[in-house]
C-alpha cells in the first residue's frame, strides 16, 4: 500500500488556481492515483485519475512527475464553492485480488476560499 | 440515472439495538461500496461486492457487522448489537467496469446516532 501524505490545510482566494500536493513516496508500479472532493454531509466525489504525466478534465488537472513520487491537483480559478475536503488515494486495482488497500482514504486536505 | 440512493438518512438507535441500512446503487453499476465515517476522518472501507459477491470483507469493524447485496441489484449493512462507538456516517458507493479504477459514485450516507 502506498501511503501518502497531504497538507491538513490550505487557504486561498476566489479566481486565484489552487494546487496540492500529494507524497506517495511507496507507489508501486501498478499504482493509479486518484482525487475526490467532499463537502460536508456529502459522500466524497471523483475528481480525475491518472497514472503518469498529465492528465485534464473540466474541472481540473492532475500532474505526476515521471518518478511518480508525489502528484499535484490543480484547480483552476476557485470559487467558493470549491471550499471541501480532497482525498488522494493511490493503489492497484482491487479487482484482480489484490485486496482493497486502494480503497483507503486519508485525512483529506481541507481547502478554504476566501472572497 | 438517478444516483445511488441511501435509506434510512439518519437513524437513532439505543444501544444494543440491531440497526439495517440499504443502499440502491446506480443500475448500471456491478461495484457496491460500504465506508464509514466518523467527524473529521476521510471514510473509512468496510467491505465491498461485485455483483452479488462479496469479495472483500476483512476490513469488517467485528462480526457485529454484516452486509448482503441479494441478486446483485441493493445492497444492506447490518449492525448487531450496536455501541456508542458505532455512532458514525455509513456512505455506500458503487462503479462500473467502464469507469475509471477508482471512479465511485456516493450516495448521500445514513448518519447513525446510538444513545
Known amino acids: 500500500l502506498a501511503k501518502t501524505t497531504q497538507p491538513i490545510s490550505m487557504d486561498s482566494y476566489e479566481g486565484q488556481e489552487v494546487n496540492i500536493t500529494c507524497s506517495h513516496n511507496?507507489?508501486?508500479?501498478?499504482?493509479?492515483i486518484t482525487w475526490y472532493q467532499q463537502f460536508p454531509s456529502q459522500g466524497p466525489r471523483f475528481i480525475i485519475q491518472?497514472?503518469?504525466t498529465k492528465v485534464t478534465n473540466e474541472v481540473a488537472s492532475l500532474f505526476i512527475p515521471a518518478d511518480r513520487k508525489s502528484s499535484t491537483l490543480s484547480l483552476p480559478r476557485v470559487s467558493l464553492s470549491d471550499t471541501a475536503v480532497y482525498y488522494c488515494l493511490v493503489a492497484s486495482s482491487p479487482y484482480s485480488g489484490g485486496g482493497a488497500d486502494g480503497l483507503t482514504f486519508g485525512k483529506g486536505t481541507h481547502l478554504i476560499i476566501q472572497p | 440515472d438517478t444516483g445511488v440512493s441511501q435509506d434510512p438518512r439518519h437513524k437513532i438507535t439505543k444501544r444494543g439495538q440491531n440497526v439495517t441500512f440499504r443502499c440502491d446503487p446506480i443500475?448500471?453499476?456491478?461495484?457496491l461500496y460500504w465506508y464509514r465515517q466518523t467527524l473529521g476522518q476521510g471514510p473509512e472501507f468496510l467491505t465491498y461486492?461485485?455483483?452479488?459477491?462479496?469479495?472483500?470483507k476483512s476490513r469488517l469493524l467485528s462480526d457485529r457487522f454484516s452486509a448482503e447485496r441479494p441478486k446483485g441489484s441493493f445492497s444492506t449493512l447490518e449492525i448487531q448489537r450496536t455501541e456508542q462507538g458505532d455512532s458514525a456516517m455509513y456512505l455506500c458507493?458503487?462503479?462500473?467496469?467502464?469507469?475509471?479504477?477508482?471512479?465511485?459514485?456516493f450516495g448521500p450516507g445514513t448518519r447513525l446516532t446510538v444513545t
Open positions: 461486492f461485485q455483483n452479488e459477491a462479496q469479495l472483500e
Open positions: 491518472g497514472y503518469k
Open positions: 458507493a458503487s462503479s462500473s467496469d467502464r469507469g475509471f479504477i477508482y471512479e465511485q459514485y
Open positions: 443500475s448500471e453499476h456491478n461495484r
Open positions: 511507496n507507489i508501486a508500479t501498478n499504482d493509479y
